[in-house]
């Protein structure tokens, strides 16, 4: 009879390994959590990289002048440097991004952004990631896309690519 006793939390063990394994085969890998698209965009502020003065995201992103790009980067993001070249390009074609450094200390995202160049209109710091759980961030990079009357019309999880990033603006022009 001990000896059963003894079986038990092993048994339960591998029940709890089943019931993983089954949930880990119905669930989508591609779906991702966008629970703040459709809401406007919280109501918070963050230090500027620039000078440490504190601006409200929602006048980073500027009410009334069209779509925003929201950018979640960090210098020590391997994905975000891979991505880098796309938010650069994509300034160079007019569009306006705003960006955050999430988790990460000024000098190091200042000397990220001297050596890979700076596409952002304006440059805000999460240094302890509470912006980032304001936001619903799961990971960097992340990009929001953010419509002229303040609301999140749409969000991009990892690195933007030339295509994601077109498909990305369009939902904007919707």
């Given at each position: 009879m001990n000896r059963w006793l003894a079986l038990l939390p092993l048994a339960a063990l591998a029940a709890l390994a089943v019931l993983f394994g089954v949930y880990s085969l119905?669930?989508?890998?591609?779906?991702?959590p966008d629970a703040l698209v459709g809401k406007p965009i919280p109501e918070l502020s963050l230090p500027r990289l620039d000078d440490g003065r504190a601006l409200p995201l929602r006048a980073a992103v500027g009410q009334g002048e069209g779509p925003v790009l929201v950018n979640i980067f960090a210098s020590w993001c391997a994905p975000c440097e891979i991505e880098h070249p796309v938010l650069v390009a994509l300034k160079g074609q007019g569009v306006r991004i705003v960006g955050v450094a999430y988790k990460d200390a000024p000098e190091n995202t200042k000397a990220f952004l001297g050596r890979l160049g700076d596409p952002f209109t304006e440059r805000l710091v999460?240094?302890?990631g509470r912006a980032g759980i304001e936001l619903g961030v799961t990971g960097v990079p992340e990009t929001y896309l953010v419509g002229a009357d303040g609301v999140i019309l749409a969000k991009h999880t990892g690195p933007l690519t030339p295509e994601s990033a077109r498909a990305l603006l369009a939902k904007g022009r919707r």
């Open positions: 119905k669930r989508d890998p591609q779906v991702q999460d240094r302890d």
